[in-house]
């Protein structure tokens, strides 16, 4: 699996994707047509995925797909953590949206949460021409526009020949980073549904999905997280700490 790898960028777009899913067993997408997109802004997700091991399913828009990464312990707002992200098969766009059970036995089989999604841009500038480039050379520096995942980061490809290749996730110094915060111990919940992994394996929510608790649901729990957040830059600064600690007790 892992030499085929390499060979696998020469193929169809997402053949890898698709040989390794029986998409009459799996409700993952089956990939329609590949259609790149120039912009404004590219899209990314982060899937939380509870398969065989426990792992973040880190995909950013590229050329019509999403190029992937499985990383072990999830992004880390600490500068001085490095994460390790091996990069995985590109995945359809249409897998942004999913977000449910992949059967047992089947390949990736467990529970995804959609755990993150919004948009990212190269750093400085240049577009998607810069992404490409910024990829391919393997040092892709990132400016992501999420509700969990903010500001900029960086994958870096280490050389490793022969194995699939494995970059590292790491965040830039800017206002958003800090060391007090462990995003992925913090934020349990579905960024889509606000549910949990436990409720997403027992399929709870699903027939509330067009109803307006789900609404409900989904407000009060996006809330936490964006105090969160914004608690996170306020430890830059005693000033707008103060400042924030009077509009959270209005
Ligand atoms: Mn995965």
């Not at 889509?192 to 729990?221: C, L, P, Y």
């Amino acid at each position: 699996m892992a030499t085929r790898k390499r060979s696998s960028a020469k193929r169809a777009p997402l053949a890898e994707y698709k040989a390794k899913r029986d998409f009459s067993k799996t409700d993952e997408p089956a990939g329609g047509a590949v259609r790149a997109r120039k912009g404004p802004r590219l899209r990314f997700v982060i899937q939380k995925h509870a398969a065989s091991h426990l792992h973040f399913d880190f995909r950013l828009e590229l050329d019509g797909v999403m190029k992937s990464w499985a990383v072990p312990k999830g992004p880390s707002y600490d500068p001085s953590v490095k994460r390790l992200a091996m990069e995985v098969e590109d995945h359809p766009i249409e897998y942004n949206t999913f977000e449910g059970t992949i059967p047992k036995g089947e390949y990736g089989g467990g529970t995804v949460m959609l755990w993150d999604r919004g948009t990212y841009e190269p750093e400085e500038g240049g577009g998607v021409d810069a992404l490409r480039e910024a990829y391919e050379k393997g040092d892709l520096k990132i400016r992501m526009h999420g509700e969990r995942m903010q500001g900029g980061w960086v994958l870096v490809r280490m050389r490793r020949p022969g194995a699939r290749a494995q970059w590292l996730l790491i965040k830039h110094r800017d206002e958003f980073a800090t060391s007090k915060f462990d995003i992925v111990a913090e934020v349990m919940t579905s960024v889509k549904s606000g549910r949990t992994m436990e409720e997403i394996a027992e399929r709870k929510g699903r027939v509330w999905r067009s109803n307006r608790a789900t609404d409900a649901e989904t407000k009060t729990v996006r809330k936490p997280a964006a105090k969160k957040s914004k608690a996170k830059r306020s430890a830059v600064s005693s000033r707008s700490t103060q400042r924030k600690r009077r509009t959270q007790s209005r």
